[in-house]
């Protein structure tokens, strides 16, 4: 009977898990810097993965190709849009960031239109997308803004804009550069964090020099972004795609953003505008819209051998 409701729970825990992604990168933002949250996050997630490795005996890959592709998927998944969502925080809401990660799904369709020659740009698909950067705009509501006082909200919510059009580069390159290989997702993910952590870590003799404050909710907040959001989560993200396939799965991107939101105003004490959840509510038809003609076409899940990751949620 438990194991009945054991793939739902963790479909539960995962939308917990990643909506509450933004808050843990506030907290730890109150005492480190933007790269140095980066570099923690992915420090604790590729220990977490590590571990986890060693428990089940799983080997790892020594193809040198394969780490040389998880290089690009690295960087373009984890190492950038980390950094950019990292810098957002600073400036906008944790739940303003949430929303704004509510457009991977877009941001992934527009980069397969361009890359993949198997996608086609439909009349459904072609509503669905307008409708999604209505909600963007309406988000954004760049009406609002005062350039007097300096365009830093704008920038930060591009920042966040530009994360959401890596994970989409990121997810079309692993698609490309790791389709029929023999490993698992779990060690698939294992790889990218693993070289996220190294390729991170290179920043910070520029970039990451900076005092930290590291107090109680500082190091509770990089904890757990590491070891749950980038390290666990993963795992978890694993079972429920072998479980339901990788178009149910995906569904976990819709309700990250009513997480961030909320926990954002109860815990942070966050004030959202009326525009920012009705242009994500815009911006979530926009992507059923999309999704749901794609998926009706028979084209909803492009697998990996062994196993596929749902999509990105922070």
Not at 203 to 225: N, W, Y
Not at 269 to 292: C, D
Request: aromatic share 8%; glycine share 12%; charged share 10%.
């Amino acid at each position: 009977m438990l194991h009945r409701f054991a793939t739902p729970i963790l479909f539960g825990l995962l939308a917990l898990i990643w909506g509450s992604s933004f808050l843990f990168i506030k907290l730890a933002l109150e005492g480190m810097s933007p790269v140095q949250v980066v570099v923690g996050r992915l420090g604790f997630g590729a220990l977490t993965l590590v571990i986890v490795m060693l428990v089940t005996r799983v080997r790892c890959p020594r193809a040198r190709g394969v780490w040389q592709r998880m290089l690009v998927v690295s960087v373009l998944l984890c190492v950038v849009p980390f950094l950019l969502f990292a810098w957002a925080g600073q400036h906008i809401p944790s739940g303003l960031s949430s929303i704004y990660n509510a457009t991977t799904p877009i941001m992934t369709m527009l980069v397969s239109l361009v890359a993949l020659p198997d996608e086609r740009l439909t009349a459904m698909r072609t509503l669905g997308l307008f409708i999604a950067a209505a909600g963007v705009v309406l988000v954004a509501a760049p009406w609002t803004i005062n350039f007097d006082n300096g365009p830093t909200s704008l920038l930060a919510q591009l920042a966040c804009l530009g994360a959401t059009l890596c994970y989409g580069l990121g997810i079309v390159a692993m698609r490309r550069l790791i389709r029929n290989r023999s490993e698992d997702a779990t060690t698939i993910a294992t790889v990218q964090v693993v070289i996220g952590a190294a390729v991170a870590g290179l920043l910070v003799p520029f970039f990451g020099l900076a005092p930290m404050r590291l107090d109680a909710s500082v190091i509770i907040g990089i904890v757990l972004l590491g070891a749950l959001g980038t390290g666990v989560a993963y795992v978890w993200s694993t079972r429920v795609v072998q479980e339901w396939g990788a178009t149910r799965a995906s569904t976990v991107t819709y309700l990250t953003p009513i997480v961030g939101v909320v926990l954002g105003m109860l815990v942070l004490g966050e004030r959202l505008h009326w525009n920012e959840p009705v242009g994500g509510v815009v911006v979530l038809l926009g992507v059923l819209l999309a999704q749901g003609a794609r998926f009706a076409q028979g084209g909803g899940a492009v697998r990996l051998r062994r196993g596929a990751s749902a999509g990105r949620a922070t």
